[in-house]
């Protein structure tokens, strides 16, 4: 265990053929940071590993599994070894395999002091989300990775068309309405990556130890609201709801704002254009169930 | 060297040819000749040993699903609910207070002499009063890292200062790490990630739990204690390395355990399993045959993380996982089946067994291969629908009977409710419709004991005495099938292995007691001597 601070962590995760892989090759390709690269997918395209190597300082390759089932502690020799690159690279990099649940891996690097767990990516392909989730076979592990994600990456925004992104975007809000989502990878994608990993807000995460004693609820409201109302409707709430989150649009306002409650106090910043079209979304957390209950029905009333 | 002859009360051969015998004649490994004294033939001059002549012989024993961490996991103090028997042949009592918990963990300390003090198998479900806690392993060490790992392998409990070197406190807010009303560390943690930075600082990583030599001997010992003389190995990476190991250490003179290793399809891109099972089959030696290819498709059904069709699980939430997407099973499947590569594929639950079945029929229809024997591993609740479609596929199952007796409580009240855990590892189904029947252990997730294994698929009694499903109960010569013959089908030895006949090793396992006079009911309690190995004897806790 040496000393050096510790290593920060991406996770990328997505159902096969999302576009990890695509999405990690422009990330290596762009920036000046040293990344080691950890993957967790052999999938169905086995270039993945060669792929990315060329660019990074090392790749780790981890097969999957759990070990009451495989008995293979692959996992934890790939934390491990990752962990031996500590101080030789700036981050790292893991991309999920296109079964991997966000939480489990992203517990590891909360969990461990010389890791530090930056945002969690949920790659969607916009053409096929719907029918993934649909699945019954493997729509409920698509489910917990958007909801166990703190940023969408719409994959393929460039060819096709915006009808279909929106409906993504559309799907994947409604499931985690405060996840910041992005099209393209440009500088605040880039800058939203460097953000904490917020368990808090992912549902999944966590949800044994705060499930007990917290209720969530997602508003997602169809109209853009006046601000100041808004914001003095939310203040409103700032003592009994424990946490909230979520991007607004308020009406006459050129450029969504991120919303925040922590604290007892509310704040807001301007956020990214991410080109939702839902002009509300945001989650709250708090410890009293009715409180929620009717936070949730008076802001329906309301706006 | 001279044949040797050897006399039993009673050899029981499985070779339905010749059910019983008294006599089998053995010369360099193989056998000869079985029946009375008249059937030894002419084989000229040949040695008798009469050291079994109040004992009974079987083929040895083959365990179709275990782990090498049978016997690296020893390393740790064993804490579990049922008494247990260690590769060294020291029994450890059952864990049944947390007084007697802390008790075992001082002991082991002042075996060790100084640093950290692990413990296996630990499971709260049986030690009445509160959760274990930090403050109950503080009792055994204020300075030392305790950490109990739980049976199901993904809870730990650690104490003060195991925590403290993870860099666990109050303050801490990470997913599966515990804290107390009143804020404090629990002391538990709760998977993997939570457990990860306790277990590397405590020396206790799951990355340890490897087929170093002293644990592929250890697996032999204990295989040995149960009658064992062939044992899977269900998931190995194979590296090169650890092939080096097994051959090195498999090839001692004395070494008693013929093992099959399954290559890990998850350990390689798919386009090269098909290429490395291959080479490794050009490896196979006597005692390790190499060239099977093991994929885990879902988690357990005790852990919630198994695929289950509608309607789900009976009581608590559904966490079913897939450790490979169905799509990409689909196209490794119809890989290694046109390569001619077996596959024993692990699949818990039900949706996980429709989704193999599935990919057996696409891969079999667009590349017939006669005598596949492609298993599915575990296949817990399979239904009659399934069943047939496994038997029209040929395929075999190695169904977990053992789950019957260690979780079927909990399946019959929890995770899948009175019906379906009736049902589940349905031996007497598989065997009405001609499916080719193992049954296994997993050790070390349940001992390494064929006898009792055949108990449970012949009884179907849980820990509290509820059976499960008296129409899925097999009789007792089934029973002993799936454990011999059976199992040595599903590993394609049953040429060589798994019946006592002319011609084939001369692997026995040793009895003290005859099943057919035990009886059903008592099964279990069959004295295991020993077994006798390549035709020699090797008594059980003599190495």
Known sequence: MNSAAALPVNILCGYLGAGKTTLLNRLLSQGDERVLVMVNDFGDIAVDAALISRRSADTIQLSNGCICCSMGGGLFEAFERALGYRGQVDRLVIEASGVAEPARLAAFAQAEPELICKAVVAVIDPGSVEARLADPRIGAVVRRQIEGADIFYLSRADELDAGMLDNAAQVACRINPAAALFRGMDEAFVKALDSPHDPFLTSRTGARDHGDIFTRRSVILAAAPDRKRFLRFLSKFSNSIHRLKGFVRFADCSRPELIELAGGRLSTSFAPDDGSTIPVRLVAIGPDPVVLEQFEKEIKLEF | ?543
């Open chain 2, 1 to 543: 060297m001279l044949p040797t002859i050897f006399s039993a009360r009673r050899i029981i051969t499985m070779d339905p040819s010749r059910p019983a015998a008294t006599h089998v004649l053995v010369h360099e490994g193989r056998i000869l000749a079985v029946g009375t004294p008249a059937d030894m033939g002419d084989w000229g001059e040949a040695h008798h040993d009469d050291r079994f002549a109040d004992k009974v012989l079987m083929p040895g024993f083959v365990e179709g699903h275990a782990h090498m961490m049978e016997g690296s996991i020893w390393r740790f103090v064993y804490l579990g609910h049922y008494a247990r028997i260690a590769p060294d042949g020291r029994r450890w009592d059952g864990i049944t207070s947390t007084d007697k918990l802390v008790e075992r963990l001082r002991e082991r300390g002042e075996e060790l002499g100084d640093g950290p003090i692990v413990g296996w198998g630990f499971d709260p479900l049986f030690v009445p009063g509160e959760r274990l806690t930090r403050l109950d392993l503080d009792r055994v060490s204020t300075d030392r890292p305790v950490v109990v790992l739980h049976s199901n392998m993904h809870l730990l409990t650690a104490n003060s200062a195991a925590l403290e070197m993870a860099g666990y406190d109050r303050d801490t807010d990470v997913p599966g790490v515990l804290h107390t009303s009143d804020g404090l560390l629990h002391g538990e943690l709760q998977e993997m990630g939570a457990m990860f930075p306790v277990m590397r600082r405590a020396g206790a990583s799951f990355r340890n739990l490897g087929g170093d030599p002293e644990s592929i001997w250890n697996l032999a010992r204990s295989a040995c204690r149960a009658g064992v003389t062939t044992s899977t190995d269900l998931l190995n990476d194979l590296t090169d390395e650890g092939l080096g190991d097994l051959l090195e250490t498999t090839s001692a003179e004395a070494f008693p355990l013929r093992l099959v290793p399954m290559l890990s399809a998850m350990s390689l891109p798919p386009d090269a399993v098909a290429g490395r099972a291959a080479e490794l089959a050009r490896n196979s030696t006597d005692r390790v045959r190499l060239g099977g290819v093991k994929i885990v498709t879902d988690g357990s059904i005790q852990g919630f993380t198994a695929q289950l069709n509608a309607p789900g699980y009976y009581r608590g939430t559904d966490n079913g996982i897939w450790n490979i997407a169905p799509e990409t099973l689909n196209a490794m499947v119809d890989d290694l089946n046109r390569a001619g590569v077996q596959m024993h594929i692990h699949v818990n639950g039900d949706g996980a067994s429709l989704v193999a079945i599935e990919a057996l029929e696409a891969a079999l229809a667009g590349h017939f291969r006669p005598d596949h024997r492609h298993t599915l591993q575990h296949c817990q609740m399979a239904d009659g629908a399934q069943l047939r479609r496994i038997a029209a596929l040929g395929a075999c199952v190695n169904l977990f009977a053992n789950h019957l007796y260690y979780f079927g409580d909990k399946h019959y009240e929890v995770t899948i409710g009175p019906e379906r855990a009736c049902r589940m590892n349905p031996c007497a189904s598989a065997l009405a419709l001609g499916i080719p029947l193992a049954i296994h252990s997993d050790a070390p997730i349940t001992p390494l004991a064929p006898l009792f294994t055949a108990w449970c698929a012949v009884n179907r009694l849980t820990d509290s005495g509820r059976v499960l499903g008296t129409s899925e109960r097999i009789g007792l010569d089934a029973a002993l099938h799936a454990i011999t013959l059976g199992a040595a089908y599903t590993l394609k030895l049953d040429g060589e292995i798994g019946s006592i006949e002319v011609g084939k090793r001369a692997d026995f396992a040793v009895l003290e007691d005859d099943p057919h006079e035990t009886g059903d009911e008592r099964l279990k309690e069959i004295r295991v001597w020993g077994t006798v190995f390549g035709g020699k004897p090797v008594p059980a806790g003599t190495f």
